[in-house]
């Protein structure tokens, strides 16, 4: 038995020894780094502190990862259930549910350890230590219990990790005994949840394993019918009417993926107003945004893999041999993705909207003073240029994204996953910068990180002029217009100039000084005709990727 | 050859590299409507690519392509508009109903029949409001085929549909090819490993090994014209192996306990003149089955035989 | 009209067909002037190729056991009436050839056979 134990644990770290290994260097690898490098590089303006601590968290993700031990068994359901190969050993149920979550457990906790003791510089009790690591004990269990659980609808998952969580929290507060109001007990009790919690995860654990080794359905489906009224999710009694091919692609682009990108801002957004409802900070929906933003740029990779959760692009075949043209396959994508990003962008503009109605104005700031300077019929049009300039640039990111993801080439990927960190840097950069900058808003603009790297480089912007109208010669040509013709282009082409030419007209009525407004316009030709690329781009990598 | 609106699928000199390793090799096919064409040949041996050109997921490198006359890769809504398919993984849309996928698909087809669809998916049993991923892989293959035929395709595509599925579903496939020939000469494509089935359904055998085709004639002709015959080994010597070699169609000479095994690819009358100019001397002589053919054109499977 | 097909003793399709046919009509459960299946029903019902049955029907039409109508179908023959001479004489010959093969094998001449031919107690009988 302590072979077969040793061959399991064998398994489980060879098998994710690139996690183990990364998770294990990343700690003390940035220490070196901080204690002879960075500190004096980057200590001004981050605290190391902080940074090691991220860092921390960011491996010990990684480890947790590593170790969350749930197996692709089916094709269907990508990382779902405890890899059926090992329910097969000859080892008794409680042995294989132990060992891997203990493993997990030991190395996580004496990695924090780790760091605490040796690599930072916080002292803490003995007491904290074992909370710390109780915590991660219990939630490893816990998140491997339901992990294991097969058939378990994604709600309850949630809502059982959610109450597990509570329960940490509510343990954590009472042993830290936050408010220093109750008895000495607290410490105790607190102790005493945080242990029931390890111990009740890895019970059910086994529970779980033994079922699924009985092949018992281990199935307790709450029933909530009241989320199926609300329409949450795809009503299945009643069938759509579809008068052509394009049009039920239409509907199985929405329902098999773009539907994902208004509802994830949707719930943001709804988690947003809450809690400004209860008068939470700016900083909160600062993050929200943030989140928002990611997922708008994440949307990219949901429309053009072919399967929600699903990492790849090659375009499955039962898309590839519906009987419509490369133009209209590629269309109902970015059709899709279009009306997704509409909707989410609605989403997106009601939080700030509804939070200020809530919360009312914020106090006045410096920025705030600029705005008084301006007249209202100035700050219209500058409100309606923001909304149009925001939502082409959310369309041209993940269009573009998703444009170019849709070849399934590696290339591509890369530039992809280039391009948009390179946004996100760039974002963030502007967020910081402009968080900080008083003045009016061209001082701030002429300041910030995305207008210098474009001022400076105004070669960035002719390649994107150069490359569309290349593209659009391109059209002409037999093989290209074989693939779409003008005509069909047309009506994307009008919607692009259209958005241009209103956002022309309110950029030309803010008066701004001629070089900065000759500049806005230039940048402005250049957003929407990045926003029409994606319609020529989209086609031709459909083609490559539908005719290998 | 055949006038080119007859033919259905068209066929000439395709080649395919895959890093390096030729998938298809110089292809020539020709399918006439109303046909039934078998494809057979080892694991990897180039018929699911075959197949992978004809419905347009493949550029054609070298040679060309076309179906009902045109080229899959240019055209891919009119070729695959009267196509049928069925591969082995029906890699069906699992978040959907059975009734939203045969919703779905009756968008795609001018020629979809609402009643026989409903009909097919009746004959299956299966509950309509079932989602595809709660199926097991019988029942999704059901599910794709009352898909694949429900608007009477011109032709119908099924690439090794069988495998791994049990009689039943396999009997339904079956059926549904012949029903494609029966109603107005409507064509299949069938590639598969079991070789019972294709003996049964196809009137052309098309076998493929690594990558070329090595035999293509019509399914009678295949099996009337592949004979074993037994020869003494004295008999064997005073001919030489020489002349046995030289002997028309010959596929292979096996020795088996003091006897040869002379397996040969040749019409009656053929053979008949060729042992008499030998005055060849015959101990028996049977018609091959169509597991010894495919034994006897594949060559790795023949090593393996041997040892 | 019942048929059966096996794929396990290497007998061709058509002529599994048209021996079930032969014995069906014998043994007089396919009586004189009676349809026999389409051929598309006997396709779909056995599951083989409609051309294996077409070939089949074509072959006992050429052996006289069935005949075709314009328009209608296959139907069973009066066998006494429909069996030519000349059909008769080439199964014979058939016969013959596969005589003298198995013959020449054994080294018996041609002129041996002819006599053990006269020499038969079924061919005296005739005499």
Same mark, same amino acid.
């Given at each position: 038995m302590v072979l077969m134990i040793r061959a399991l644990l064998w398994e489980v770290l060879y098998k994710n020894r690139l996690g183990l290994t990364i998770g294990l260097i990343i700690v003390p690898l940035v220490w070196l780094l901080l204690e002879t490098y960075l500190e004096k590089a980057i200590g001004d303006f981050l605290p190391i502190g902080k940074v090691?601590?991220?860092?921390?968290?960011?491996?010990?993700?990684?480890?947790?990862?590593?170790?969350?031990?749930?197996?692709?068994?089916?094709?269907?359901?990508?990382?779902?259930?405890?890899?059926?190969?090992?329910? !097969?050993l000859p080892l008794p149920t409680w042995v294989l549910s132990v060992v891997p979550i203990l493993l997990g457990t030991v190395v996580v906790a004496s990695f924090i350890l780790m760091w605490?003791?040796?690599?930072?510089?916080?002292?803490?009790?003995?007491?904290?230590?074992?909370?710390?690591?109780?915590?991660?004990?219990?939630?490893?269990?816990?998140?491997?219990?339901?992990?294991?659980?097969?058939?378990?609808?994604?709600?309850?998952? %949630?809502?059982?990790?959610?109450?597990?969580?509570?329960?940490?929290?509510?343990?954590?507060?009472?042993?830290?005994?936050?408010?220093?109001?109750?008895?000495?007990?607290?410490?105790?009790?607190?102790?005493?949840?945080?242990?029931?919690?390890?111990?009740?995860?890895?019970?059910?654990?086994?529970?779980?394993?033994?079922?699924?080794?009985?092949?018992?359905?281990?199935?307790?489906?709450?029933?909530?019918?009241f989320l199926n009224r609300l329409r949450l999710f795809p009503n299945n009694t009643k069938l759509a009417n579809f008068s052509n091919g394009l049009s039920a692609q239409y509907w199985y682009e929405w329902k098999s993926l773009a539907y994902v990108i208004p509802l994830t801002i949707g719930l943001i957004s709804i988690v947003e107003i809450v809690a400004s409802m209860?008068?939470?900070?700016?900083?909160?929906?600062?993050?929200?945004?943030?989140?928002?933003?990611?997922?708008?740029?994440?949307?990219?990779?949901?429309?053009?893999?072919?399967?929600?959760?699903?990492?790849?692009?090659?375009?499955?075949?039962?898309?590839?041999? !519906?009987?419509?043209?490369?133009?209209?396959?590629?269309?109902?994508?970015? &059709?899709?993705?279009a009306l997704g990003v509409v909707i989410a962008y609605l989403f997106f503009i009601?939080?700030?909207?509804?939070?200020?109605?809530?919360?009312?104005?914020?106090?006045?700031?410096?920025?705030?003073?600029?705005?008084?300077?301006?007249?209202?019929?100035?700050?219209?049009?500058?409100?309606?240029?923001?909304?149009?300039?925001?939502?082409?640039?959310?369309?041209?990111?993940?269009?573009?994204?998703?444009?170019i993801l849709l070849r399934d080439s590696k290339l591509m990927f890369i530039l992809n996953i280039t391009g948009f960190m390179g946004l996100g840097v760039l974002f963030l950069g502007s967020i910081i910068y402009f968080k900080g900058q008083p003045g009016d808003f061209e001082t701030v603009l002429k300041a910030s990180p995305a207008y210098q790297l474009v001022s400076e480089n105004p070669h960035l912007l002719s390649l994107i002029v150069t490359g569309a109208i290349l593209l659009l010669i391109a059209f002409l040509l037999p093989p290209f217009r074989r693939i779409a013709s003008l005509s069909q282009l047309r009506t994307y082409g009008l919607i692009c100039a259209t958005g241009l030419v209103i956002s022309l007209v309110l950029v030309w009525s803010l008066e701004l000084p001629t070089k900065a407004s000759a500049f806005a316009s230039y940048s402005l030709v250049n957003l929407f005709l990045l926003c029409f690329l994606p319609f020529l781009v989209a086609p031709i990598s459909v083609a490559k990727n539908r005719h290998r | 050859m055949q006038s080119a609106d007859n033919l259905i699928i068209n066929i000439q000199g395709l080649s395919r590299e895959f890093d390096k390793h030729k998938a298809l090799d110089n292809i020539d096919l020709q399918v006439e409507s109303g046909q039934v064409i078998g494809i057979?040949?080892?694991?990897?041996?180039?018929?699911?690519?075959?197949?992978?050109?004809?419905?347009?997921?493949?550029?054609?490198?070298?040679?060309?392509?076309?179906?009902?006359?045109?080229?899959? %890769?240019?055209?891919?809504?009119?070729?695959?508009?009267?196509?049928?398919?069925?591969?082995?993984?029906?890699?069906?849309?699992?978040?959907?109903?059975?009734?939203?996928?045969?919703?779905?698909?009756?968008?795609?087809?001018?020629?979809?029949?609402?009643?026989?669809?409903?009909?097919?998916?009746?004959?299956?049993?299966?509950?309509?409001?079932?989602?595809?991923?709660?199926?097991?892989?019988?029942?999704?293959?059901?599910?794709?085929?009352?898909?694949?035929?429900?608007?009477?395709?011109?032709?119908?595509?099924?690439?090794?549909?069988?495998?791994?599925?049990?009689?039943?579903?396999?009997?339904e496939i079956l059926?549904?090819?012949?029903?494609?020939?029966?109603?107005?000469?409507?064509?299949? %494509?069938?590639?598969?490993h079991f070789l019972d089935e294709v003996e049964r359904i196809c009137d052309h055998l098309v076998m493929f090994s690594k990558g070329k085709i090595v035999l293509s004639a019509p399914?009678?002709?295949?099996?009337?014209?592949?004979?074993?015959?037994?020869?003494?080994?004295?008999?064997?010597?005073?001919?030489?192996?020489?002349?046995?070699?030289?002997?028309?169609?010959?596929?292979?000479?096996?020795?088996?306990?003091?006897?040869?095994? %002379?397996?040969?690819?040749?019409?009656?009358?053929?053979?008949?003149?060729?042992?008499?100019?030998?005055?060849?001397?015959?101990?028996?002589?049977?018609?091959?089955?169509?597991?010894?053919?495919?034994?006897?054109?594949?060559?790795?499977?023949?090593?393996?035989?041997?040892? | 009209m019942h048929l059966t097909i096996s794929q396990r003793d290497g007998v061709p399709l058509y002529l599994q067909i048209?021996?079930?046919?032969?014995?069906?009509?014998?043994?007089?459960?396919?009586?004189?002037?009676?349809?026999?299946?389409?051929?598309?029903?006997?396709?779909?019902?056995?599951?083989?190729?409609?051309?294996?049955?077409?070939?089949?029907?074509?072959?006992?039409?050429?052996?006289?056991?069935?005949?075709?109508?314009?328009?209608?179908?296959?139907?069973?023959?009066?066998?006494? &009436?429909?069996?030519?001479?000349?059909?008769?004489?080439r199964q014979i010959k058939e016969r013959i050839e596969v005589l003298l093969t198995e013959a020449h094998h054994m080294n018996i001449s041609t002129d041996e056979v002819i006599e053990l031919i006269l020499n038969s107690p079924r061919h005296k009988q005739e005499d």
């Open positions: 090691s601590f991220a860092i921390m968290l960011l491996s010990v993700l990684f480890l947790y990862t590593t170790f969350s031990y749930v197996d692709t068994n089916s094709k269907e359901k990508a990382n779902e259930g405890f890899p059926t190969h090992i329910l !097969r605490i003791n040796v690599f930072s510089d916080f002292e803490l009790s003995w007491l904290m230590q074992f909370t710390i690591c109780s915590v991660a004990g219990a939630f490893i269990s816990w998140s491997q219990a339901i992990n294991w659980g097969l058939n378990t609808p994604m709600i309850q998952k %949630v809502v059982l990790l959610l109450s597990v969580i509570a329960g940490l929290v509510f343990s954590v507060l009472a042993i830290f005994d936050i408010d220093e109001s109750s008895s000495a007990y607290s410490k105790l009790y607190g102790s005493l949840g945080l242990i029931l919690l390890l111990l009740s995860g890895y019970f059910f654990c086994f529970i779980t394993l033994l079922r699924t080794r009985r092949s018992d359905n281990f199935q307790f489906r709450l029933e909530l019918s209860f008068g939470a900070e700016r900083k909160i929906i600062l993050m929200g945004v943030m989140m928002m933003t990611t997922v708008f740029l994440m949307s990219a990779h949901f429309m053009a893999c072919n399967k929600l959760g699903s990492e790849k692009f090659n375009i499955l075949p039962h898309c590839a041999t !519906r009987p419509l043209s490369d133009f209209d396959l590629a269309i109902s994508k970015l &059709n899709m993705l009601s939080v700030p909207v509804l939070s200020i109605y809530i919360i009312g104005l914020p106090e006045t700031t410096a920025s705030s003073n600029a705005i008084e300077n301006i007249s209202l019929a100035k700050m219209i049009s500058t409100l309606i240029l923001a909304l149009i300039v925001f939502l082409a640039i959310f369309w041209a990111a993940s269009a573009n994204g998703c444009a | 057979v040949g080892e694991n990897g041996a180039g018929k699911t690519t075959l197949i992978k050109h004809l419905l347009g997921l493949y550029r054609a490198e070298q040679g060309s392509v076309s179906v009902f006359g045109l080229d899959p %890769v240019n055209n891919p809504a009119e070729v695959l508009g009267k196509i049928g398919y069925l591969s082995e993984q029906p890699d069906l849309p699992g978040w959907m109903t059975i009734a939203q996928y045969m919703n779905y698909m009756s968008a795609f087809y001018t020629g979809w029949d609402d009643s026989y669809a409903s009909n097919l998916i009746k004959a299956t049993s299966l509950d309509i409001n079932k989602k595809i991923k709660s199926l097991s892989k019988g029942q999704q293959a059901r599910v794709g085929l009352c898909a694949a035929q429900a608007h009477k395709p011109e032709l119908l595509l099924l690439d090794e549909p069988s495998s791994g599925l049990d009689p039943l579903v396999r009997k059926s549904a090819a012949i029903r494609t020939v029966v109603d107005d000469g409507r064509s299949v %494509v069938f590639s598969s399914m009678s002709e295949v099996l009337e014209h592949h004979k074993i015959l037994i020869i003494g080994s004295d008999e064997f010597k005073r001919v030489g192996n020489s002349n046995i070699e030289k002997l028309p169609g010959l596929l292979r000479v096996k020795e088996k306990r003091g006897e040869y095994l %002379v397996s040969l690819n040749i019409s009656d009358d053929l053979l008949l003149s060729a042992t008499d100019s030998l005055s060849l001397k015959i101990i028996d002589k049977r018609l091959m089955t169509l597991d010894e053919i495919f034994v006897c054109y594949c060559p790795e499977q023949q090593a393996v035989n041997g040892e | 048209i021996n079930q046919i032969k014995q069906l009509i014998n043994s007089g459960r396919l009586t004189v002037d009676q349809e026999l299946l389409p051929i598309r029903v006997l396709a779909e019902e056995l599951l083989i190729n409609p051309n294996t049955v077409a070939r089949a029907y074509r072959e006992l039409e050429a052996e006289g056991w069935v005949y075709k109508k314009r328009g209608s179908g296959t139907f069973v023959s009066d066998q006494k &009436n429909t069996l030519s001479d000349e059909l008769c004489k």
